[in-house]
């Protein structure tokens, strides 16, 4: 727990009757400048960079808007949108969102052994998946899918899955496989 070294700091209370990530206000956020730190950082991709942070003794990931041009303004609002009202043990869950003049930041479940495509291609990766734990990740995976396509009630179509937006979390011998990144997502 040391290394994690960024506390975000805001009331996270959901308004009553609403099982969704809320929206904070700016005026309820506040980020450290050691979210810089390169040892932070866990991820970086066409929408920014994801940092490893700490919300309410949870460690969580904040995934960070670069540049906010429309097009990732826009990925930024359907990744929102989409993403904070579903609630399947195979997505990602969003915690919450932060959108003010300069600074767009999600707020994510954190998941601790980042993506497939690390666990599988990367020599450097902590994780050895055998077999059956492939299998196991695949039908979570499935899972995912089928509540997106047919159990949502949304009927949604992600339009960007690949390795890397499949993230693992858990232990060695229980992983759990979570759809992510749902900024090109789109209802059908």
């Not at 980020?31 to 390169?38: A, D, G, T």
């Not at 932060?98 to 994780?127: C, D, N």
Request: hydrophobic share 40%; proline share 3%.
């Amino acid at each position: 727990m040391s290394e994690v070294v960024v506390r975000i700091e805001f009331a996270l209370a959901l308004p009553d009757g609403k099982d969704s990530a809320m929206v904070i206000r700016p005026t309820k956020i506040t980020i450290s400048r050691k979210v810089q730190r390169p040892k932070m950082e866990i991820g970086k991709g066409g929408f920014g960079i994801v940092y490893k942070a700490q919300l309410h003794g949870q460690i969580v990931a904040v995934k960070m808007l670069s540049s906010p041009s429309k097009d990732k303004l826009e990925e930024f609002n359907t990744e929102v949108h989409t993403l904070s009202p579903l609630k399947q043990e195979n997505l990602v869950q969003v915690f919450g969102a932060y959108s003010g003049k300069k600074l767009h930041s999600l707020i994510y479940e954190y998941m601790e052994y980042s993506s497939i495509a690390e666990a599988l291609f990367e020599t450097r990766s902590s994780l050895k998946l055998d077999w059956k734990t492939r299998c196991e990740i695949c039908l979570g995976i499935a899972k995912g899918f089928k509540y997106l396509h047919e159990e949502s009630g949304l009927k949604i179509v992600h339009r960007d899955i690949k390795a890397q937006n499949i993230l693992l979390g858990g232990t060695d011998g229980n992983l759990k496989a979570k759809i992510s990144h749902f900024g090109l997502a789109m209802l059908c």
